[in-house]
């Protein structure tokens, strides 16, 4: 199997008070995503949070989707991790686009790429 | 609660082949790092891939562990992000022993900041 991977970073603001607090919505919203992407869902697990705020992961034969929610301030963190030829970026603006966010920032990571890396990551090499 | 959150990506290689096919003790590590990090475990879910590999994640109130082996090739590909006054360093350095890495990359992220932030991000804002 190929460790290189695709790793996107989703801020999303100005979301959807009540879809950022329904932990149905977003477990249905995220297994959708996953699947939309052509992924295999392997584990659900989504935990809600007293007063408010979600947090939850699909994991996927390609890797993993994930999300901590925090609906008092329209704000909910995703990531969305693949491998293989599948695009994450298809998962994040579904998401994105489901929890009703009206401002976003989105970075993608490349993982898995080689024992060391280039650009501002801290090398640690004990043998 | 605070959205700010430390998102530490951890390229983990030359680990041990055995570690990283054993989904109990990838879990039993994963849930002792947690809560030597001071976190509080909400949920827990692993996969065992065939012929080998593990994907799993550890939900934490103050948000999760992820990881994605693939024994074959040495790597574990592992996510710590954590809210509050956590240190996910400490469950990072703790996992990456645990598994036998001889060699790593750490990059640290910064979540939940505001709604734009600088740096190498694509940003879209639709209103």
């Known amino acids: 199997m190929e460790t290189m991977g695709r790793h996107v970073i989703a801020e999303l603001w100005q979301c959807d008070f009540d879809k950022l607090n329904d932990m149905d919505f977003i477990e249905k919203t995220f297994v959708d995503a996953?699947?939309?992407?052509?992924?295999?869902?392997?584990?659900?697990?989504?935990h809600k949070f007293a007063p408010q705020g979600v947090s939850g992961v699909v994991i996927i034969?390609?890797?993993?989707?994930?999300?901590?929610?925090?609906?008092?301030?329209?704000?909910?963190?995703?990531?969305v991790y693949t491998c293989g030829d599948m695009d994450p970026t298809i998962a994040a603006d579904y998401i994105a686009l489901a929890l009703g966010s009206q401002s976003s920032e989105v970075k993608e990571l490349q993982r898995g790429m080689g024992p060391v890396?280039?650009?501002?990551?801290?090398?640690?090499?004990?043998a």
Chains 1, 2 share one sequence.
């Open 117 to 126: 890396g280039a650009g501002k990551t801290k090398v640690t090499v004990t």
């Open 34 to 46: 996953a699947l939309k992407s052509g992924a295999e869902v392997r584990e659900v697990a989504f």
């Open 61 to 79: 034969s390609e890797s993993h989707l994930t999300i901590h929610s925090f609906p008092e301030h329209g704000y909910a963190s995703v990531d």
